[in-house]
T-cell receptor
């Protein structure tokens, strides 16, 4: 059972470059999320999607964009990377609204370093 | 002030000890409270979920919520080296998708 697959696992990127982090789920969950995890700050929501075709902004959306063309895929794009976007990025999914079950299913994370 | 405050530790205990992990929060809209466990270089996984004040027990783990004090706790009895991980508290309002996490407490259980 794959669950959530993220790619790449790790990436070093020059500032100003465009980068897309990929996320695919095979659980047919309606909702998907992108979080970033930074030491001392925990996980912070970047963007979410309640269902295919819809997206919403989380706590820290600036500098990021997402799309949800279908149920399974939820890519995160950094249009012009900056060093402050160095972080570990986690994609997650839930069957319905996260508040209804409390359970988010997370991928293994993508470590991004922007130099 | 952060919405969710959690002591980052690190916390080191001997095998068999009782561990107490805690979080405080400021947003009274939070209705659901979770504890996630995260092993090194892995994604978090749900450990406990509760939606009311009081205690919820699952094996060696007990989650406690005190909404009047805006305080939640996770107790681990008879701790094992396999419990060594980072524990994240999380909370969310009803009918909402914006789950808020604490910074996480890193726990090491020594054999």
């Amino acid at each position: 059972i794959a669950g959530i697959t993220q790619a790449p696992t790790s990436q070093i990127l020059a500032a100003g470059r465009r980068m897309t982090l990929r996320c695919t789920q095979d659980m047919r969950h309606n909702a998907m999320y992108w979080y970033r995890q930074d030491l001392g700050l925990g996980l912070r929501l970047i963007h979410y999607s309640n269902t295919a075709g819809t997206t919403g902004k989380g706590e820290v959306p600036d500098g990021y964009s997402v799309s949800r063309a279908n149920t399974d895929d939820f890519p995160l794009t950094l249009a012009s990377a900056v060093p402050s976007q160095t972080s570990v990025y986690f994609c997650a999914s839930s069957p319905g609204l996260a508040g209804n079950t409390g359970e988010l299913f997370f991928g293994e994370g993508s470590r991004l370093t922007v130099l | 002030q952060k919405e969710v405050e959690q002591d980052p530790g690190p916390l080191s205990v001997p095998e068999g000890a009782i561990v107490s992990l805690n979080c405080t929060y400021s947003n009274s809209a939070f209705q659901y409270f979770m504890w996630y466990r995260q092993y090194s270089r892995k994604g978090p996984e749900l450990l406990m979920y509760t939606y009311s004040s009081g205690n919820k027990e699952d094996g060696r783990f007990t989650a406690q919520v005190d909404k009047s004090s805006k305080y939640i706790s996770l107790f681990i009895r008879d701790s094992q080296p396999s419990d060594s991980a980072t524990y994240l508290c999380a909370m969310i309002p009803y009918n909402n998708n914006d789950m808020r996490f604490g910074a996480g407490t890193r726990l090491t259980v020594k054999p």
